[in-house]
Nanobody, 119 residues
């Protein structure tokens, strides 16, 4: 089991920026994919961005050009740089680890961090 702890959320004005961090309990190099998801009140959880152990990244269309996912293997930490924030970005953001144990997929989630974009 991979323990994940998110941090960096807060209240920002539209157009502002935040950097979210996800600290993992073990080397993220051994985790197939690290992902960021978000869930707004009354809405389903949605994928925001992913990064593989090889460094490949992907983003949902609504955040392309505004968000950047990256990693620091030495710190076992994945980041989500969020720029040009919009009110629609308001949600609880969750870190997710996808990996294999005995050739079976496993998924672990962090506790989430609140991001609120409002004037």
């Amino acid at each position: 089991q991979v323990q994940l702890v998110e941090s960096g959320g807060g209240l920002v004005q539209p157009g502002g920026s935040l950097r979210l961090s996800c600290a993992a309990s073990e080397s993220i190099f051994s985790i197939s994919t690290m992902g960021w998801y978000r869930q707004a009140p009354g809405k389903e959880r949605e994928l925001v961005a992913t990064i593989t152990s090889g460094g490949s990244t992907d983003y949902t269309d609504s955040v392309k050009g505004r968000f950047t996912v990256s990693r620091d293997n030495a710190k076992n930490t994945v980041y989500l740089q969020m720029n040009s924030l919009k009110p629609e970005d308001t949600a609880v953001y969750y870190c997710r680890a996808y990996y294999y144990v005995n050739y079976r997929p496993r998924i672990d989630w962090g506790q989430g961090t609140q991001v609120t974009v409002s004037s």
